[in-house]
C-alpha cells in the first residue's frame, strides 16, 4: 500500500501544531492515516503519538515520516500503532 484514500494536506495541520504545542511537545492523532500529522510534527520539532485501526495504514505512516527531517528544535521519541479492533 502506498496511498491513503483521505490525506490532507500538510498545510491545513501546520498552524494546529503550532498552535497547540511547543517545540519538544507531544502531538496526538488518534485517526492517523497516511501520518500527515506525525510528518508536520516531527518537522516542526514535536514528538508525536499516531493511532490508527488499520496497521497497514500505520506502516504507511511510518515509512513516510521517517524520510522528513526536522526544521526545528527536536524529535525526541514517537509511536505509531494500530488500534486494537474489538466487537462489544
Ligand atoms: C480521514 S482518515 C485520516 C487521514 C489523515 N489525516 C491523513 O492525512 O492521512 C481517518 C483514519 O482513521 C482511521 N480510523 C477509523 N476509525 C478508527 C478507530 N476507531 N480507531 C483508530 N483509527 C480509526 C481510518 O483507518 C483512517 O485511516
Known amino acids: 500500500m502506498n496511498e ?22 507531544i502531538v496526538l492523532d488518534p485517526f492517523f492515516g497516511s501520518g500527515t500529522t506525525g510528518a508536520v510534527a516531527k518537522r516542526l520539532g514535536r514528538n508525536y503519538i499516531g493511532i490508527d485501526l488499520n496497521p497497514s495504514f500505520c506502516e504507511l505512516a511510518k515509512e513516510r515520516i521517517e524520510k522528513v527531517k526536522t526544521e526545528k528544535g527536536g524529535c525526541l521519541r514517537y509511536a505509531v500503532t494500530a488500534a486494537e479492533e474489538r466487537t462489544y
Open 4 to 25: 491513503h484514500f483521505a490525506m490532507f494536506p500538510e498545510k491545513l495541520i501546520e498552524p494546529c501544531i503550532l498552535a497547540g504545542s511547543r517545540a519538544g511537545g
